[in-house]
């Protein structure tokens, strides 16, 4: 998803609606969206260790979760979440 299209999504009741509470009120799944729209938004010879760091856990956070697709994905949990990890699988 490109910094806008998921900034947008980000501020939708769905977005806030599924996973995992941080302990905050807010899901681990929407905090790492909001690091990714940091992320995006850098230009590669801005990006520290902690924004690879952070990229290679949501790489692996939408490859685990994609081998666990449901049969109907379209407006799921599943398909929520993975939209707070920067990833549309509609899209890809």
């Known amino acids: 998803m490109t910094a806008s299209a998921l900034q947008k999504w980000l501020k939708t ?12 009120g807010e899901s681990i799944g929407h905090k790492s969206g909001e690091h990714i729209i940091n992320i995006l938004k850098k ?21 685990r979760h994609m081998a666990q697709k449901p049969e109907h994905p379209k407006d799921s949990n599943w398909d929520y979440s993975l939209k707070n990890w920067g990833h549309d699988y509609a899209k890809s």
């Open 43 to 63: 230009k590669k010879n801005e990006l520290i260790d902690a924004d690879y760091k952070h990229m290679q856990k949501v790489h692996g956070y939408v490859k």
């Open 13 to 24: 009741k769905e977005s806030k609606s599924v996973a995992w509470d941080s302990g905050d």
